[in-house]
């Protein structure tokens, strides 16, 4: 199977450890339809910017990498509902607006980590597609690029994204969108082409015609907007502050010029790339229109209302009798494909001790696993294919109790804990019946990090264990005695 990768988003960052190695050059310079966008230029108008209030709602269908999609990995299903918020936030300009066709298919596959050949991503988009919406493949590493536009035999296939290349509120996802709504690069005819920037452009690069920096000639050369700057730049570079190219380069006519950082599409490096010019978005929205009448809607499918999830209980700082377990519980948030509630010790949620995925049909949550008498702080996740910016609750906090009497309380092993969560020292106190015993602390991960044993001691004794070299974490302490063995949880917190 042949496939023309077209826009190999290609980095040459030596600089940055996250792109590791090279990535390969662009090997087509062709963006998707371009005989029909340069038609489309030649119509554009010069003066006025024509835009349409009516806001364009496009689906698109994530098939994404397990191994990136986990909680530990690059994206992460929280990630995820961040990037399209981020995704949103910079197609608002362009009104228009992306939401998830369906919850995103997870590649369960180790074949789909790392895309090596043509072959393999043939086999990828031939095992997943989407017609309904634009699909998206997010995998740890595609051909060493960092995302391109597949175009195969006439047919836009979708975007590839490599999430090796991801950055927080990063541009490439905005920018590969772009390449399949027709758009080609700022710097099209320069793609993967080495040249001495320092050097008077030619008038022709390949079979591209160079824009000069008078604008004279800008329907018919570079990118065919009149309205974005020439841009001659085929590798990653950082913009100054003012989003203008680190040096400036020379036109055919010896004019010099700096290209423009701020433009999505073209090469400059996160976080300067936040802008479409007018031009480009008039003609994102007619390709649109012209290839996908069907794709968009007018309207989202199911309108939702975009505010935070409303919880219910436990109700704010209040004390939650553990003999009972806690119950979460919260309202409906329509288009939820999951909810997650993370509970921590700390007030700024920084160390999450205990993540609770539940189904959409559930609005409520009963878990046993809290420690008694200490306070906790929660919040509640939608995991949601119409709402992405506003998918977390605020935080909110109980405390936990045991009710019983004091005479059971004494009776009770959980009362040998005396500081929890912990920060240096574990201190623990017993009564002289329950020696001999041993001290076992299990890691998150099961493994024995700590294993004493104590001898005969007479009267109340209190015993400490340093945790100062321990990570901060949920853990098991395990107190073993003749008479039983109990276990308990423990969180040591930087
Ligand atoms: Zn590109």
Same mark, same amino acid.
């Given at each position: 199977?042949h496939?023309?990768?077209?826009?190999l988003l290609?980095?040459?960052?030596?600089?940055?450890?996250?792109?590791?190695?090279?990535?390969?050059?662009?090997?087509?310079?062709n963006?998707?339809?371009?005989?029909?966008?340069t038609?489309?230029?030649?119509?554009?108008?010069?003066?006025?910017?024509l835009?349409?209030?009516?806001?364009?709602?496009?689906?698109?269908?994530?098939?994404?990498?397990g191994?990136?999609?986990?909680q530990?990995g690059?994206?992460?299903?929280?990630?995820?509902?961040?990037?399209?918020?981020?995704?949103?936030?910079l197609?608002?300009?362009?009104n228009?607006s992306?939401?998830?066709?369906?919850?995103?298919t997870?590649l369960s596959?180790a074949?789909?980590?790392?895309?090596?050949?043509?072959f393999?991503?043939?086999? /990828?988009?031939?095992?997943? %597609? $989407?017609?309904n919406?634009i699909?998206?493949?997010v995998?740890?590493n595609a !051909? =060493?690029? #960092?995302g391109?536009?597949?175009?195969?035999?006439?047919v836009?296939?979708?975007?590839?994204?490599?999430?090796?290349?991801y950055?927080v509120?990063g541009?490439?996802?905005?920018?590969?969108i772009?390449?399949?709504?027709?758009?080609?690069?700022t710097?099209?005819?320069?793609?993967?082409?080495?040249?001495?920037?320092?050097l008077?452009?030619?008038?022709?690069?390949?079979?591209?015609?160079?824009?000069?920096a008078?604008g004279?000639?800008?329907?018919?050369?570079?990118?065919?907007?009149?309205?974005t700057?020439?841009?001659?730049?085929?590798?990653?570079?950082?913009?100054s502050d003012?989003s203008?190219?680190?040096?400036?380069? /020379?036109?055919?006519?010896g %004019? $010099?010029f700096?290209?423009d950082g701020?433009?999505?599409?073209?090469?400059? !490096? =996160?976080? #300067?790339?936040?802008?479409f010019?007018?031009?480009?978005?008039?003609t994102?929205r007619?390709?649109?229109?012209?290839?996908?009448p069907?794709l968009?809607?007018?309207?989202?499918?199911?309108?939702?209302?975009?505010t935070?999830?409303?919880?219910?209980?436990?109700?704010?700082?209040?004390?939650?009798?553990?003999s009972?377990?806690?119950?979460?519980?919260?309202?409906?948030v329509?288009?939820?494909?999951?909810?997650?509630?993370?509970?921590?010790?700390?007030?700024?949620?920084?160390?999450?001790?205990?993540?609770?995925?539940?189904?959409?049909?559930?609005?409520?949550?009963?878990?046993?696993?809290?420690?008694?008498?200490?306070?906790?702080?929660?919040?509640l996740? $939608?995991?949601?294919i119409?709402?992405?910016c506003?998918?977390?609750s605020?935080?909110?906090?109980?405390?936990?109790?045991l009710?019983t009497?004091?005479?059971?309380?004494?009776?009770?092993?959980?009362?040998?804990?005396?500081?929890?969560p912990?920060?240096?020292?574990?201190?623990?106190?017993?009564?002289?019946?329950?020696?001999?015993?041993?001290?076992?602390?299990?890691?998150?991960?099961g493994?024995?990090i700590?294993q004493?044993?104590?001898?005969?001691?007479?009267?109340?004794?209190?015993?400490?264990?340093?945790?100062?070299?321990?990570?901060?974490?949920?853990?098991?302490?395990?107190?073993?005695?003749?008479?039983?063995?109990?276990?308990?949880?423990?969180?040591i917190?930087?």
């Amino acid at each position: 199977m042949h496939l023309r990768v077209l826009f190999l988003l290609f980095a040459f960052l030596l600089s940055h450890k996250t792109y590791g190695q090279l990535l390969k050059p662009c090997s087509t310079v062709n963006s998707v339809h371009n005989e029909w966008v340069t038609r489309f230029q030649q119509r554009l108008p010069n003066d006025d910017f024509l835009r349409s209030s009516l806001t364009l709602y496009f689906p698109i269908k994530i098939f994404i990498s397990g191994k990136v999609h986990s909680q530990s990995g690059t994206i992460s299903p929280e990630k995820l509902m961040d990037e399209i918020c981020h995704l949103n936030h910079l197609y608002k300009q362009a009104n228009i607006s992306f939401y998830l066709e369906s919850p995103p298919t997870v590649l369960s596959s180790a074949n789909y980590e790392s895309i090596e050949t043509e072959f393999e991503l043939g086999q /990828l988009l031939q095992s997943y %597609k $989407s017609t309904n919406a634009i699909p998206v493949y997010v995998v740890e590493n595609a !051909l =060493d690029a #960092c995302g391109f536009n597949v175009f195969h035999q006439g047919v836009n296939k979708g975007i590839v994204l490599s999430s090796e290349c991801y950055k927080v509120k990063g541009a490439l996802f905005a920018h590969e969108i772009g390449h399949f709504l027709g758009l080609p690069h700022t710097f099209q005819g320069w793609e993967g082409i080495a040249f001495d920037y320092t050097l008077k452009a030619p008038e022709h690069w390949e079979n591209v015609k160079v824009e000069r920096a008078d604008g004279s000639n800008c329907r018919s050369a570079g990118d065919g907007f009149c309205d974005t700057a020439p841009d001659y730049l085929n590798l990653r570079w950082s913009c100054s502050d003012s989003s203008k190219s680190p040096i400036p380069l /020379l036109d055919p006519m010896g %004019k $010099s010029f700096y290209s423009d950082g701020s433009l999505i599409m073209g090469y400059a !490096l =996160d976080p #300067c790339p936040n802008r479409f010019s007018k031009e480009q978005i008039m003609t994102m929205r007619a390709y649109a229109d012209e290839f996908y009448p069907t794709l968009f809607k007018g309207d989202l499918p199911l309108r939702i209302n975009q505010t935070l999830p409303i919880v219910n209980t436990p109700i704010e700082n209040t004390q939650v009798n553990l003999s009972n377990g806690v119950t979460f519980s919260w309202e409906k948030v329509p288009g939820t494909y999951k909810y997650i509630i993370e509970v921590s010790p700390m007030p700024n949620m920084a160390l999450i001790t205990s993540r609770f995925e539940i189904a959409p049909d559930s609005l409520s949550y009963m878990t046993k696993q809290l420690i008694t008498g200490r306070k906790y702080y929660w919040r509640l996740r $939608s995991l949601n294919i119409y709402s992405f910016c506003s998918s977390v609750s605020k935080i909110y906090s109980f405390s936990t109790v045991l009710a019983t009497s004091n005479v059971d309380l004494s009776a009770n092993d959980n009362s040998i804990i005396i500081n929890n969560p912990i920060s240096e020292e574990l201190s623990l106190k017993f009564s002289s019946e329950k020696f001999p015993l041993q001290l076992i602390l299990l890691n998150n991960s099961g493994q024995t990090i700590f294993q004493k044993n104590y001898t005969q001691s007479v009267g109340q004794t209190n015993l400490s264990i340093s945790v100062s070299a321990f990570p901060p974490g949920q853990y098991t302490l395990t107190v073993r005695s003749a008479q039983k063995t109990q276990s308990h949880s423990v969180v040591i917190i930087p």
